[in-house]
T-cell receptor, first 110, second 114 residues
Framework: RKEVEQDPGPFNVPEGATVAFNCTYS??????FFWYRQDCRKEPKLLMS???SGNEDGRFTAQLNRASQYISLLIRDSKLSDSATYLC???????????FGQGTTLQVKP | GAGVSQSPRYKVAKRGQDVALRCDPI?????LFWYQQALGQGPEFLTY????????KSGLPSDRFFAERPEGSVSTLKIQRTQQEDSAVYLC????????????FGPGTRLTVT
């Protein structure tokens, strides 16, 4: 079983739609949680950190449920430019070593 | 400012050849990470440096993989006797310090072993 699991999709949604991605992690010692975005043939870039209290950045909302070891990302009012792969990421230790999920592919259509 | 750079961007090697992949981190960044990303998968951790010290190499898939960062800045990932299963994108990332600091990724080196 992978340490971080995501539904690979693809998710095909129309512009303006709301879409949610989920992720589960297996290591209860995981300390930090992130969503990264990766465009086709590009490097991953940090989208946002995820906190237990939930956090929002514009159209993006991230939630963490430590009891269920579950992380979510909600994208409201999808734009064409949101088309990418979204990687769920955890940091288990204190070195910064990141454990990535497989990624969920989002395609926003006009 | 300059981000993380990697070279070469693309490398084609015949099975059995040795390759060396270079990473130039952001100046002043203490931590440096190497990840391997196979097609359709998320990146997988290979190894980690804090300055010149290699503190974690638990992700290196075999003893054919070797990484160094002798002066605490530029790092090289070497793969000896390449195999087809080594074909992947090799990503380097650096962060200001250790722990929970944002990692900045380079564009990666796409290695194809034929």
């Amino acid at each position: 079983r992978k340490e971080v699991e995501q539904d690979p999709g693809p998710f095909n949604v129309p512009e303006g739609a709301t879409v949610a991605f989920n992720c589960t992690y297996s290591n209860s010692a995981s300390q930090s949680f992130f969503w990264y975005r990766q465009d086709c043939r590009k490097e991953p870039k940090l989208l946002m950190s995820v906190y237990s209290s939930g956090n929002e950045d514009g159209r993006f909302t991230a939630q963490l449920n430590r009891a269920s070891q579950y992380i979510s990302l909600l994208i409201r009012d999808s734009k064409l430019s949101d088309s990418a792969t979204y990687l769920c990421v955890v940091n288990v230790g204190n070195t910064g070593k990141l454990i990535f999920g497989q990624g969920t592919t989002l395609q926003v259509k006009p | 400012g300059a981000g993380v750079s990697q070279s070469p961007r693309y490398k084609v090697a015949k099975r059995g050849q040795d390759v060396a992949l270079r990473c130039d981190p952001i100046s002043g960044h203490v931590s440096l990470f190497w990840y391997q990303q196979a097609l359709g998968q998320g990146p997988e951790f290979l190894t980690y440096f804090q300055n010149e010290a290699q503190l974690d190499k638990s992700g290196l898939p075999s003893d054919r993989f070797f990484a160094e960062r002798p002066e605490g800045s530029v790092s090289t990932l070497k793969i000896q006797r390449t195999q087809q299963e080594d074909s992947a994108v090799y990503l380097c990332a650096s962060s200001l310090w250790t722990g929970d600091y944002e990692q900045y990724f380079g564009p990666g080196t796409r290695l194809t072993v034929t």
